[in-house]
């Protein structure tokens, strides 16, 4: 089973533009992470899609690979398909370009799914974790997800699910956490596919792969991701990446 870790790289970011060029203790955060995922020894191969030549020019020229999208994209799903389209591949694994800490044992766990699918049931495996105060689980910006009994995914909203009509039932609110591992062939159904209409609504890639009767595992995990969404958030890495390093 081969397993591409694809990095999608878009040099202008909204809330912290530029930020993936950003130096983090003598590297750049992008150059950071896919060092981060290549030593993690858990793909064949290490990629970063990119609409940047800047981006692309760090990656190649510090002896990684990177793929320049020829597309204007609306979803990281989209960029790696590009990417990957002429790759021989069976699993590929979206690492998030602005996260140089990466858990190892998540991304093993990701991979594991498809290690014990013998039937090829499940087409994506997804992470997810508990949401502990009533100000993350009210807050749109964080996408939850309900699952069925086996941990598959039922519905993704940026509404409170499941809503407690019953308070003496205690039933958890999970975040989704946008770490995905596809199929290749299920991802490339999606960059073929037109956004679908719960997709279009709610803003969640994702939900189109439900309403296309795909299966998504989630998986639990306690380790809570570290982005780099702002100039603060690039400071608290560096102090956290010196004292990796102390």
Not at 69 to 91: F, L, M, P, Q
Not at 98 to 127: C, G, H, M, R, Y
Not at 176 to 194: M, P, T, V, W
């Amino acid at each position: 089973m081969k397993k591409i870790a694809v990095i999608p790289a878009r040099f202008e970011a909204s809330r912290f533009p530029g930020k993936l060029m950003k130096d983090l203790c003598g590297k750049s955060v992008i150059l950071r992470t896919y060092e981060a995922a290549l030593n993690t020894k858990l793909f064949d191969q290490v990629l970063v899609a990119t609409d940047s030549d800047l981006i692309y020019k760090e990656i190649v020229e510090n002896g990684g690979e990177a793929v320049m999208s020829h597309k204007a994209h609306d979803t990281g799903s989209d960029r790696i398909a590009e990417a990957v389209e002429n790759y021989e591949a069976d699993i590929i694994i979206n690492v998030q370009g602005d996260e140089p800490f990466t858990n190892k044992a998540d991304l093993q766990k990701l991979i594991e799914v498809f290690e014990k699918d013998v039937e090829k049931e499940i087409s994506l495996a997804s992470l997810m974790h508990e949401l502990k105060s009533e100000k993350d689980v009210q807050n749109p910006n964080n996408v939850k997800v309900i699952t069925d009994l086996s941990g598959n995914a039922l519905y993704f909203s940026r509404s409170v699910i499941p809503f407690t009509r019953d308070e003496s039932v205690k039933q958890p609110v999970y975040k989704h956490i946008g770490i995905y591992a596809f199929r290749k062939e299920a991802l490339l159904d999606f960059y073929n596919q037109s956004p679908t209409p719960l997709e279009l609504v709610e803003k969640i890639e994702c939900i189109r792969y439900l309403e296309h009767g795909k299966k998504i595992k989630m998986i639990k995990t306690n380790h809570l991701s570290i982005g780099i969404d702002t100039p603060e958030d690039l400071e608290n890495a560096r102090l956290r990446f010196q004292g990796a390093n102390d």
